[in-house]
C-alpha cells in the first residue's frame, strides 16, 4: 500500500504526534508499505534536516513562531495545486491519513475527495480544552474555525464548539483512530465517530530494548529526582508545577526538558522561589537523550489536565520502568499502576496545593524505597510494531469496502 499522511506540522519539529508519526512511517515501511508525508516546508537552520528524504512532501508555508519551529499552510486553491505537485512523483495512493486536525487535515479531506480515497483519520487534539487554555476568547476561536472548516470543507455540517469541529472534520472519514482508549470512549460519546479504534502511540521497539537492557544511571537515594517534559505553554501547566515544587518544601531535584513560549517566566519563577538549586533548565532534547533522562529519574510528572489526547511522557515512563505524578485522571487510569495521583483519582484537582502534596508522598515514598511499580504490561504493549500492525488492519479494513 502507499499511504499519504497529512501533519499540520511537519514530522521532524518537536511534538508528541510528530513522533509518532515518524515512527509510524518508519514500521510502516518495514511491513514492505510507502509512506508519503505532507506536511508545511520547515524555516530556519533546521529547515535542511532530512529535506532530500523522499519521503517528506513538503508545501510552501509561513512561520508562526518567533523560534521557526512551526509553520501554517494555507488550505486554499494554490495549497491543493501544490499538494498535487509533490504527490505527481510518487506511487499511486490507496489510503489517505490525516494525522492533523486543521491546515493540513482540510487538504488531506480534499486530496482524498479529489481522487476517490479512503481516510483514515487519527484524532490528536482536544481543541475545546486547548482553546480554552491558550486563547482569551475560546469560544469566539471556535465559532470562527467551525466557519473555516465550512468553507475549506464544504457539506462538513454546522455547528460552533469544538465537537462539532472534529464531527465535522471526520464527517466521511472511512476510520477514526484515537491514541488511547479514554479519548476514543470521549469521541464517541460526542458522536465525533461512532465506531473508534483506540492505537496507543508506540516506541521504537529496539531503542526501548536497549534503553531497558542498559545500566540506568545511579539514582540518589536522598533527594529524589523528578523529571519534566513538555512544551513551555499554558495547557501544559508547567508554572503551576513550578510553584507546587516550592510549596512541597522537601528536599528534591527538578530537571525541566522542553522549551516554549513561557520559558522566561518559568525562569523568574524558579527564582522568585529560589529554587535555582533545586530547578535544572535543560532545553529541548533529543529523543534518545530525553529518554535516557526519564529512566535516569526516580518519577517523572504529568501536570496537564484535560489536554492530551493520550499523553506520550507517562507511557514512556511506565515502559521504562520510572512511575509517574499524573494530574490527569484518565491518563493514569490508562497506565495503571506506578502512579501517584495528585488528589482524587477519580476527578481531575488543578490546585497548586494537590500538586504540591502529590510531590511531597512521592518524595518520601522514594526515600523510602517504597514507589509504585509500573505495570510490565505498559512495556509490552507501548511498542510502535504492535500499534503499526493495529494501524495496518484498520488499512485493509477500509480498502476492503
Known amino acids: 500500500m502507499h499511504i499519504v499522511m497529512f501533519a499540520d506540522q511537519h514530522v521532524?519539529?518537536?511534538g508528541g504526534a510528530q513522533v509518532s508519526t515518524r515512527l509510524q512511517r518508519r514500521y510502516l515501511e518495514r511491513?514492505?508499505?510507502?509512506v508519503s508525508i505532507v506536511a508545511p516546508r520547515r524555516h530556519g537552520p533546521r529547515a535542511s534536516v532530512n529535506a532530500a528524504d523522499p519521503a517528506y512532501r513538503d508545501l510552501p508555508s509561513i512561520p508562526v513562531?518567533?523560534?521557526l519551529?512551526?509553520?501554517f499552510t494555507w488550505p486554499g486553491a494554490r495549497s491543493d495545486a501544490a499538494v498535487e505537485r509533490v504527490l505527481a512523483s510518487r506511487p499511486h495512493a490507496d489510503i489517505v491519513h490525516v494525522q492533523a486536525d486543521f491546515w493540513s487535515a482540510f487538504l488531506g479531506y480534499r486530496y482524498a475527495r479529489r481522487h476517490g480515497l479512503p481516510v483514515v483519520h487519527t484524532m490528536h487534539n482536544r481543541v475545546d480544552v486547548g482553546l480554552r487554555a491558550t486563547t482569551p476568547c475560546p469560544g469566539l476561536l471556535l465559532r470562527a474555525l467551525n466557519v473555516w472548516r465550512r468553507r475549506a470543507m464544504p457539506g462538513s455540517g454546522p455547528g460552533s464548539d469544538g465537537w462539532d469541529y472534529l464531527r465535522g472534520l471526520a464527517r466521511t472519514a472511512a476510520a477514526v483512530t484515537a491514541p488511547s482508549h479514554h479519548f476514543a470512549r470521549r469521541l464517541e460519546r460526542h458522536g465525533v465517530a461512532e465506531?473508534?479504534?483506540a492505537i496507543w502511540n508506540g516506541m521504537d521497539d529496539e531503542l526501548l530494548e536497549r534503553m531497558r537492557a542498559e545500566d540506568a544511571e545511579a539514582r540518589d537515594g536522598d533527594v529524589p529526582h523528578f523529571v519534566w517534559i513538555g512544551r513551555m505553554s499554558p495547557e501544559k501547566r508547567l508554572l503551576p508545577f513550578l510553584r507546587a515544587v516550592a510549596r512541597a518544601a522537601v528536599p528534591m531535584r527538578v530537571?525541566?526538558?522542553?522549551d516554549g513560549a513561557q520559558r522566561r517566566a518559568a525562569r523568574r519563577l524558579v527564582r522568585r522561589y529560589g529554587l535555582e538549586e533545586t530547578v535544572r533548565f535543560l532545553g529541548g532534547l533529543p529523543y534518545e537523550q530525553t529518554l535516557a533522562r526519564v529512566r535516569a529519574a526516580d518519577a517523572l510528572v504529568q501536570t496537564s489536565l484535560g489536554f492530551e489526547t493520550q499523553g506520550m511522557t507517562p507511557f514512556e515512563a511506565a515502559a521504562l520502568g520510572t512511575p509517574s505524578v499524573m494530574s490527569d485522571p484518565d491518563i493514569a487510569a490508562e497506565v495503571g499502576s506506578g502512579?501517584?495521583?495528585?488528589?482524587d483519582p477519580s476527578r481531575a484537582d488543578p490546585s497548586v496545593d494537590a500538586l504540591a502534596e502529590a510531590l511531597r508522598r512521592a518524595a518520601a515514598d522514594i526515600r523510602a524505597g517504597a514507589a509504585p511499580v509500573p505495570d510490565p504490561a505498559v512495556g509490552a504493549r507501548f511498542r510502535q510494531s504492535a500499534s503499526t500492525a493495529a494501524m495496518i488492519e484498520v488499512y485493509e479494513r477500509v480498502r476492503s469496502r
Open 12 to 14: 521532524e519539529t518537536l
Open 31 to 34: 511491513a514492505g508499505h510507502t
Open 65 to 67: 513562531t518567533l523560534d
Open 69 to 71: 519551529e512551526y509553520s
Open 195 to 197: 465506531r473508534v479504534d
Open 255 to 258: 530537571e525541566v526538558i522542553g
Open 339 to 343: 502512579v501517584w495521583h495528585v488528589g
